[in-house]
């Protein structure tokens, strides 16, 4: 992962549960998902693994826009400047509702070096993070552009605990672990997820089509 996906890792394992159970009412715009339906371990793959559909998204395929309308107007916008001047965009849903609960998602976004280097423009002069990047808001001006953007990743942090015996249930057993300080990221390649699960319960889950997960996901990980 890039030190802006550890920021994020981090930042999950530390979050504090109670200020979530007062977003009960689902954001303006979003659709109800079915009983039983958008549940996190209802992953679908595309063919070759180009894409993966979770949460009523697909990933690879689905834009900004899509997932505004799936799960509501309470979203930020962000453009990211890393150590080495590349540009990306994310959005940050604080208070969604996904498949009956209320979960907070980070929805990184794939745009064209010409429309990033259009939002940069209007950009201002952005603030570091907490990893040494530089996050900038994206103009209003710039909206319709940046929902464009085709969504090549999903974060998704679940207020629920999780445990081993949920995950095996539920996901399988990983094809691989790999620890971390304060958890284990339990890895399902052909599902395109890192399941990062915290010794007290919290947990983080990444998902990237399939044929993206060695690169983005494994690799960074074994380098940690």
């Known amino acids: 992962m890039t030190k802006r996906w550890k920021v994020w890792l981090l930042a999950a394992l530390g979050i504090v549960l109670t200020g979530f159970f007062l977003a009960i009412m689902r954001p303006p715009g979003s659709q109800s998902s079915t009983p039983g339906q958008d549940l996190p371990w209802q992953v679908t793959v595309g063919q070759g693994g180009a894409t993966s559909t979770v949460f009523g998204l697909t990933v690879g395929e689905s834009s900004l826009r899509e997932a505004v309308a799936k799960l509501g107007r309470r979203y930020e916008l962000g453009l990211f400047e890393d150590r080495e001047g590349r540009w990306s965009l994310e959005a940050y849903f604080r208070d969604a509702v996904v498949g009956g609960l209320n979960v907070r998602l980070v929805l990184a ?24 990047i530089r996050r900038y808001p994206v103009a209003e001006a710039d909206q319709d552009l940046a929902m464009q953007g085709v969504i090549a990743a999903i974060t998704y942090l679940p207020i629920v605990k999780f445990d081993a015996d949920l995950v095996r249930q539920r996901f399988g057993e990983p094809a691989e672990r790999i620890a971390a300080e304060g958890g284990v990221h339990w890895l399902y390649p052909t599902l ?3 399941l990062l699960l915290g010794d007290n319960g919290e947990a983080l889950l990444q998902y990237v089509p399939p044929a993206d997960f060695e690169a983005r996901l494994r690799a960074p990980l074994r380098k940690l």
Do not use: Q, W, Y
């Not at 064209?112 to 002069?125: F, M, Q, R, V, W």
């Open 192 to 194: 395109g997820l890192d």
């Open 109 to 132: 976004a794939r745009l064209s070096e010409t429309a990033l280097a259009a939002l940069k423009t209007h950009a201002g002069e952005g603030k570091p993070t907490a990893s040494g």
